[in-house]
């Protein structure tokens, strides 16, 4: 009696739940047509908008151009792509309405274009309109301890609707790598977008760390010895990169710095008809303006590294292998070599990290022999350079590393990590002749490092010069070609 009583009870909560199907469906379908109907309503809005914008003093239409650089006032390159491109567009469009997304509220647009000039040497030929955004706050990683990516992620979205509604531009180019704001300028906006990729948010090679169990900036020690969090952190990358290849497919134009970037789009956006490599702007003129010559050694051997000081640059495999490195006494007698680091701080957790990189050095012993020197102006830059013998690069998988190009058109001899765009794109051999030097290890940084200490300056001169000969694709002048050729999709 109660096996036929429990059997009753189950087909009447099966007869309850189908009974509710039909209605649930016609409600959840209304739902999404009212959905649907909103945001295109809020589409026409903006049209409406749009239109009012692009409408000039004098009655002429104007095409509005805009990049999403929400720090457009750091000093790395994906600053410089960003100015390169605006002078670029500037010269073949100068007739278009140029704006910039920004979250740099505390400063004026003009000390914006100030420090464009000072830091990369770049002057641009047409005004720029400076869209404040309010609630960068809400991309900074620091906001989410846990599921960085995704919130990060979500975060942008917000952050692209606020850009959207103060200005809705006729072409939107997402210049730093939020691609979740590419379907609401296309979709909501209605705009051509297009995107130049530094970095995939997430690749092929932060899925490998977490299914190897290898502990990273990225992947925690505790997540690593446990393996169900592991399985679960790798359910939860899988899922992030299935969402992250739609929203970027959405893209009209991709453009990736390398060949590394390239591999990795490919296989996540699956929008290979509409990609290209468009190599990142290098002021390589300017510093192949510094003379070439063997350094004098009289106050000891200068080794520089450049970088803004986030925890993917991995600034700790400086300091200790340069630590080891004065521990072998193996370079030239005293006086002893000198690193200054040098780079940008964004904010106030890039600030902390060169505190902690401070106290790294009075550990080691070494913080008589380390300088750091931030948010420099470009003068001073170049002085360094010229002065340096050895360029050092330590972030595993960089997707391109202007820094080391930049490195090696000053005619310092770069010793970069055996990975990413550094590996495939720019320390390679040209036309047969060594243009640098690998590395991974600690030791290895180490030996390496001693190994170009050691060489007769008529070896160093040697391969300075096969480096700086095979720099010149990386030019001003060629990314503009390159950026202007890949972007014409997003004008006809």
Request: with cysteine.
């Amino acid at each position: 009696m109660a096996a036929a009583g429990g059997v009753w009870c189950l087909g009447q909560l099966l007869r309850f739940f189908y009974s509710l199907f039909f209605p649930g469906l016609i409600v959840c379908g209304t739902l999404c047509a009212c959905f649907v109907i909103v945001l295109w309503g809020i589409r026409l809005l903006l049209q409406k908008k749009k239109k009012s914008m692009s409408t000039s003093k004098n009655g002429k239409t104007q095409m509005v151009i805009a990049f999403f650089h929400p720090y457009c006032n750091a000093g790395g390159g994906g600053e410089r792509v960003l100015w390169c491109a605006l002078r670029a567009l500037q010269k073949k469009y100068p007739e278009a309405v140029y704006v910039v997304y920004t979250g740099d509220v505390n400063i004026s647009g003009q000390q914006i274009l100030e420090g464009a000039f000072r830091r990369f040497n770049i002057r641009l030929i047409c005004p720029v309109q400076f869209v404040f955004l309010r609630k960068r706050y809400l991309v900074e990683d620091s906001l989410y301890p846990h599921f960085t990516l995704l919130g990060q992620s979500l975060g942008s979205i917000f952050l692209g609707w606020e850009a959207l509604m103060q200005c809705v531009p006729d072409v939107y180019i997402d210049s730093m790598g939020y691609a979740f704001t590419l379907p609401l300028f296309k979709y909501i906006g209605g705009c051509r977008v297009g995107s130049y990729v530094h970095y995939p948010t997430i690749s092929t090679d932060m899925l490998s760390v977490v299914k190897n169990q290898n502990v990273g900036f990225n992947n925690a020690a505790f997540i690593t010895r446990n393996p169900f969090l592991s399985k679960v952190k790798l359910i939860y990358y899988y899922l992030f990169a299935f969402i992250y290849g739609l929203v970027g497919s959405c893209s009209d134009v991709v453009m990736v710095n390398s060949s590394w970037t390239l591999n990795h789009i490919l296989s996540l956006w699956k929008v290979g008809n509409c990609t290209n490599i468009v190599y990142p702007p290098c002021d390589v003129q300017t510093f192949l303006d510094i003379p070439l010559h063997e350094k004098k050694k009289t106050s000891g051997h200068l080794l520089v590294s450049i970088g803004q000081f986030r925890p993917e640059k991995n600034h700790p495999l400086q300091i200790r292998a340069f630590a080891k490195l004065l521990r072998k006494k193996v370079a030239e007698s005293p006086p002893s070599p000198k690193l200054v680091l040098i780079g940008g701080c964004r904010n106030k957790d890039d600030e902390l990290r060169v505190n902690q990189l401070r106290r790294l050095t009075e550990d080691l012993g070494v913080q008589e022999d380390v300088e750091f020197k931030i948010n420099i102006p470009f003068d001073e830059l170049k002085k360094y350079l010229s002065e340096a013998t050895i360029g050092l690069h330590t972030m595993w998988n960089e997707h391109f590393g202007i820094g080391v190009v930049e490195c090696m058109a000053a005619g310092t001899v770069i010793l970069a990590h055996n990975s990413g765009g550094p590996k495939l794109d720019i320390v390679v051999p040209h036309e047969g002749d060594v243009t640098g030097f690998l590395a991974e290890s600690e030791e290895g940084y180490a030996e390496t490092m001693a190994y170009i200490l050691s060489m007769s300056a008529e070896k160093r001169l040697q391969i300075r010069k096969n480096a700086r000969a095979s720099v010149s694709r990386f030019s001003d002048q060629e990314f503009e070609v390159a950026f202007l050729l890949s972007v014409e999709k997003l004008f006809k």
